[in-house]
């Protein structure tokens, strides 16, 4: 009998290729191709008066230079509004090249390809843009002040405003007998993959025929967004995704100008064309998220129970807003956390700025709606005087409320509704993990020794799996060997090995034997794509289901084969078995040759399917007319809303009584995604996760002058962390499976880093004493609230109960 | 890219292009290109070891990191034209063989160091000149010395575990670890 796979800490398929060099990564892919590279915009408000190629053309190696003049029809038209919505009022999108107006540093304005990069950019530096400069609008004070205006047809810089309310939120928090108002603030952060964006195009000329290989996070969105712009047959465009060296959310918006440019000038110059974004490229023209400014109003009663809670918060989508409000949808909604909030209404603004837009990074807006909640519980446990895990646990939804609908629309645009999920037992399990109750003897330890401890807690409700669907396919090759392909795409999640392990386990074959395909348009063109922890959910109960349809088929010809009835057959290790008899067996190889009905023999085990080969029934067609030939399945899973996995996280930090700077001694994650197919992987995405959380916390920001230009475009002054500054992270799992899906699975990608900036927050505050409302926080920062403390201008910004 | 000496010669802005020979991963491997080739492009476009990645080219992720004449060094940062001194290893010379892993190669496998892939040739070859230094460092020692190099994924926790399995496996030692 097989071994059960899923459940087991596999080691993963993908890494002997990736450990020996033999990874296969956009930029390494195409030797001899064309390389492009942009001339971008130093502005981050202008004009374009006149562009000069000068001499750039007359480089040796230069191929083409061009502007939004060359180009044709869709490509001189405006980027695809990716994600409209009704309350998306104002929706402005960039060109592919700008024409008249840029609105962020970096806007690509020139197009060169030459024969390298090193040529490309040579010309670059050639070519003059006359601008005349405007005035910028930079950081959420000055766009919703709106003395400037981003784009003059937008007032206010206003892209959207939404309003959601559940319950009386006025009588509520009239009648509350408490009241406390904060004011928060969330820096901007990126994902900042090591791997940037690329895109290579191989135009074939003599089939009119497009190939596009592309470091993204949708190859089905890119195919047919690409397809639309050159005006293509979707039948004459395929993209692969090859290796993708980490996305975290930037890669999934699509086209980016890059993809759709590259691909044209392939088709126009009628050779392979590349681009590999470079690092500062990836700061100034990719995408960045995060920056809100936040008020929290909340009405509570004597114990701590949240009666009113009343939310505005005014989120920065920089120049763009192709991908929509996702971003500040979900802070909106996944704000409440674990939490009933009596009477929610919150409301925010989508605001444009001259920066880098704004689409979703790991967590996409949870993080913020995270930090809002957390540091209310907090403030409401000072308040009352009470333990913060205390007034977290009487605010919960309790196990048998689930499944308990927030009466809120998801960023799904289905309700959001939470469909398992213990919260109580997660909370006891991160107490117990952190050493909860033995805390302030720590503290009173550490004081001795003049040292300034704090503990920190934070806890979430992600909303994982979105739809619309996912496909599988899976198919069984003659020798045994099974082909397995879903359309998402992969950027580390070892997709390879988790989906390989739940078709090896649903189809009865050894996991050698399985063979996983992402994110390519030949394989499976129907596929979403790899966002919103969505991948094991989605393509996993895809494949789940593909390989049911698969197995079915599988005993029914076996069935006839051994002539016995389908239900006292077993699949196990690639045989199918009559159960009790299994000397009486043919393997899948041999049922995928009795699959397909041959006129010619390729092989000899091919000879079984010829047609003078054994007996039939004359009457009927070699092919069922209900039937197809090989063996071989599809099928899609398509949820009917999302699952939502939660976790808590606690954390010990050391401040230094001098130089203000915070060290992280414990990290403690209690994790809930349901169904773990792979614990060993799940582990590793909440270890990665709260490294990028960290970050968020300690490190990270994108530093923007008055004039727009982000001074920390480089990973010399963005401050990524290394080893030296992620702490060790203690781990404990539940597994409440969610009712949703077969498999009973719950994402895992994004919860690691949702309330990291949450729980440094409350950590730091707890050792200091010092009300935290606005992170990243930096030692010169941490010093300076400490001086303003010490002179009593500290406002804690709470109102008076 | 190489080959192209004669149709460039003469033509404006046309490059000189040197006769760069590097003895990488024990061959000798030789390709014409100009002066301001990089190490890092070098390796990859002129002699195809993809295997050696770029993050920044600036010189701080560490992705690209090569060991020349056993110490490590950012690929980036080094002309290839001055590299030929000296005797190159890439991620390819580890073991190019996904079925026969290097030592350190089957730790990052067993202790799930790697999820992306993209930074993992840069610690591989840090990790393997460390191990030659320091063959049985303490956790901390492991932690610090994978701290110049840049991972987005994995927050280097399986990194360090992998730093001191890839020990383990050096002094011959076999003890399956819990990932």
């Known amino acids: 009998m097989s071994t059960r796979q899923v459940g087991e800490k596999v080691q993963r398929r993908e890494d002997p290729r990736l450990l020996t060099g033999n990874g296969r990564f956009v930029d390494d892919l195409g030797r001899g191709a064309l390389h492009a590279a942009f001339v971008r915009s130093p502005h981050a408000h202008a004009r374009i008066l006149d562009i000069d190629i000068g001499d750039a053309w007359e480089l040796e190696g230069v191929e083409a230079v061009y502007t939004w003049e060359d180009l044709p029809g869709r490509v001189a038209e405006p980027l695809p509004v990716l994600i409209p919505h009704p309350a998306l009022t104002h929706p402005r999108t960039g060109y592919c090249l ?89 820096e901007r952060s990126a994902s900042t993959p090591l791997e940037g964006r690329g895109v290579l195009a191989r135009w074939d000329t003599d089939d009119g025929s497009l190939r596009l290989y592309s470091s993204t996070q949708t190859s089905t969105g890119l195919r047919a967004a690409v397809a639309a712009k050159l005006g293509l047959p979707l039948a004459k465009v395929e993209v692969v995704t090859p290796d993708v060296g980490g996305g975290f959310g930037v890669k999934i918006v699509h086209p980016w100008p890059e993809e759709v440019l590259v691909p044209w000038a392939a088709r126009v110059l009628g050779h392979d064309v590349k681009w590999t974004e470079d690092r500062r490229e990836h700061f100034v023209s990719a995408a960045h998220e995060r920056g809100q400014l936040q008020e929290v109003t909340v009405g509570f009663d004597d114990e701590g129970h949240l009666l009113a809670l009343d939310v505005r918060f005014w989120h920065d989508n920089g120049a763009y807003t192709p991908y929509g409000i996702i971003v500040p949808i979900i802070t909106a909604t996944q704000l409440l956390g674990p939490y009933k909030p009596g009477a929610y209404r919150v409301e925010f603004w989508s605001l444009y700025t001259n920066t880098v837009l704004v689409t979703p990074y790991r967590g996409a807006g949870r993080p913020q709606g995270c930090f809002a909640m957390e540091r209310t519980m907090d403030a409401i446990a000072a308040r009352l005087g009470l333990d913060r895990a205390e007034v977290r646990s009487r605010n919960f939804i309790q196990p048998e409320e689930m499944p308990y609908d927030q009466g809120l629309m998801f960023q799904d ?231 939502f996995a939660n976790g808590m996280h606690a954390a010990v930090v050391e401040t230094d009584p001098v130089t203000a700077e915070v060290r992280i001694l414990r990290y403690c994650v209690v994790h809930d995604c349901g169904v773990m197919v792979n614990p060993m992987i799940v582990e590793g995405q909440v270890h990665g996760g709260v490294a990028q959380g960290v970050g968020g916390a300690l490190y990270e920001r994108m530093v923007y002058d008055e004039g727009g230009q982000l001074l920390n475009a480089s990973f010399m002054d963005f401050l990524m962390p290394y080893a030296s500054e992620v702490p060790h992270v203690e781990t404990d799992h539940l597994e409440t499976p969610s009712p949703l899906n077969p498999l009973g699975l719950k994402g895992a990608g994004e919860a690691g880093t949702i309330p990291v900036s949450a729980v440094i927050a409350s950590a730091i505050e707890d050792a200091e004493g010092i009300p935290i409302r606005s992170m990243p926080i930096s030692p010169p920062e941490l010093w300076a609230l400490r001086q303003q403390h010490a002179a009593g201008t500290v406002t804690a910004q709470e109102g008076p109960s | 890219m190489s080959g192209q000496a004669g149709s460039a010669a003469g033509a404006p802005g046309a490059e000189e292009l040197l006769e760069v020979t590097l003895r990488v991963n024990g061959v000798s491997r030789t390709a014409g290109v100009p002066a301001r080739r990089l190490l890092s492009d070098f390796l990859r476009h002129d002699l195809g070891l993809t295997g050696t990645h770029v993050g920044c080219e600036h010189g701080v992720c560490g992705a690209c990191t090569v060991l020349l004449d056993g110490e490590p060094a950012r690929a980036c940062l080094v002309f290839a034209v001055s590299a030929q001194p000296h005797e190159v290893t ?60 840049l991972c987005r994924c994995t927050g280097y926790q399986n990194i360090v575990s992998a730093v001191l399995r890839a020990a383990e496996l050096r002094r011959g030692a076999t003890p399956e670890p819990t990932p």
């Open chain 2, 90 to 149: 890439t991620v390819e010379g580890l073991g190019s063989d996904p079925g026969a892993l290097g030592p350190v190669q089957r730790a990052f496998l067993e202790c799930h160091a790697l999820q992306c892939g993209f930074c993992t040739p840069g610690f591989l070859t840090t990790v393997t000149a460390y191990l030659e230094d320091t063959p049985d460092p303490t956790e901390a020692e492991a932690r610090e010395a994978i701290s110049g190099n």
């Open chain 1, 98 to 186: 700008a024409t008249q107006e840029v609105n962020h540093v970096g806007e690509a304005v020139v197009m060169v390809v030459a024969r390298d990069r090193y040529l490309a950019e040579d010309a670059c530096a050639r070519i003059r843009v006359d601008y005349e400069p405007l005035p910028p609008v930079v950081g959420i004070p000055a766009a919703r002040e709106a003395a400037r205006l981003v784009h003059d047809d937008v007032p206010g810089n206003v892209a959207a405003t939404l309003l959601q309310e559940v319950g009386d939120l006025e009588s509520a928090m009239a009648a509350a007998p408490h009241r406390l108002t904060l004011d928060l603030a969330v």
């Open chain 1, 413 to 643: 645009g289905r309700p959001l509704k939470y469909d398992s999920g213990d919260f109580p037992a997660s909370l006891a399990a991160l107490k117990a993990l952190v050493g909860w109750e033995d805390f302030e003897g720590y503290r009173a330890e550490a004081e001795r020794a003049g040292r300034r401890v704090g503990l920190g807690i934070g806890c979430y409700v992600e909303g994982t799996g979105v739809g619309p669907y996912e496909g599988g396919h899976v198919h069984v090759e003659t020798d045994g060997r099974v082909n397995v392909a879903t359309g998402l795409t992969t950027q580390g999640q070892g997709h390879q090995t988790v989906l390989a392990q739940v078709v090896a386990d649903e189809l009865g074959v050894r996991l050698e034997d399985v063979h996983v395909t992402t994110g390519d348009t030949r394989a499976m063109p129907y596929a979403v794509g790899t966002f919103a922890s969505r991948g094991a959910v989605m393509s996993g109960n895809a494949v789940a289901l593909a390989a049911r349809v698969v197995r079915a088929k599988a005993l029914r010809i076996a069935a006839d084969a051994l002539e016995v009835s389908p239900d006292d057959l077993e699949i196990a290790d690639g045989v199918v078995s009559v159960r009790g008899a299994p000397g009486t067996a043919v393997d899948l190889g041999t049922v995928a040759v009795l699959a397909n009905p041959l006129r010619y023999a390729f092989d000899t085990a091919a000879q079984a399917a010829t047609q003078f080969a054994g007996t039939f029934d004359p009457q009927r067609p070699p092919v069922a007319e209900d039937d197809e030939p090989g063996l071989e399945g599809r099928d899609f899973y398509s949820p009917t809303q999302a699952t």
